[in-house]
């Protein structure tokens, strides 16, 4: 005979927490992204397309990111819901690391005539 007891899981009030501290830090992402597009595109040339597109997604990518943690997460342990927010915060550095170095060394496919 075999005992299924049930599992313990973490109060909803602690997940909600995790997931707003590391919101915190998804929203400093997308803060510093709208300022740069902000700076981008009040420069002389102003941005073209391309520059939009690129520096729009920028600004939605640490939001689909977290979503997608949260997502993920959800019936996870609380331990297993931060690492993945944490993961997804490595990410989200990378990729802001790739849009400034495409920003600095090909700014001028980006500027509008």
Same mark, same amino acid.
């Given at each position: 005979?075999?005992?299924?007891?049930? %599992?313990?899981? /973490?109060? =909803?009030? !602690?997940? $909600?927490?995790?997931?707003?501290?590391? *919101? @915190?830090?998804? &929203?400093?992402? %997308?803060?510093? /992204?709208? =300022?740069? !597009?902000? $700076?981008?595109?009040?420069?002389?040339? *102003? @941005?073209?397309? &391309?520059?939009?597109?690129?520096?729009?997604? =920028?600004?939605?990518?640490?939001?689909?990111?977290?979503?997608? *943690?949260?997502?993920?997460?959800?019936?996870?342990?609380?331990?297993?819901?931060?690492?993945?927010?944490?993961?997804?915060?490595?990410?989200?550095?990378?990729?802001?690391?790739?849009?400034?170095?495409?920003?600095?060394?090909?700014?001028?496919?980006?500027?509008?005539?």
């Amino acid at each position: 005979m075999t005992s299924t007891s049930p %599992v313990r899981r /973490a109060p =909803s009030w !602690l997940r $909600a927490t995790v997931a707003g501290i590391f *919101g @915190l830090f998804y &929203a400093y992402a %997308v803060w510093t /992204a709208v =300022s740069f !597009l902000a $700076a981008q595109a009040g420069a002389v040339e *102003g @941005l073209n397309g &391309a520059g939009w597109a690129i520096l729009l997604f =920028s600004v939605v990518f640490p939001i689909i990111v977290f979503v997608a *943690g949260v997502l993920l997460g959800r019936r996870r342990p609380v331990l297993h819901l931060a690492v993945i927010l944490v993961v997804g915060l490595g990410l989200t550095a990378v990729f802001w690391l790739n849009i400034l170095t495409y920003a600095i060394t090909n700014g001028n496919s980006l500027i509008g005539s």
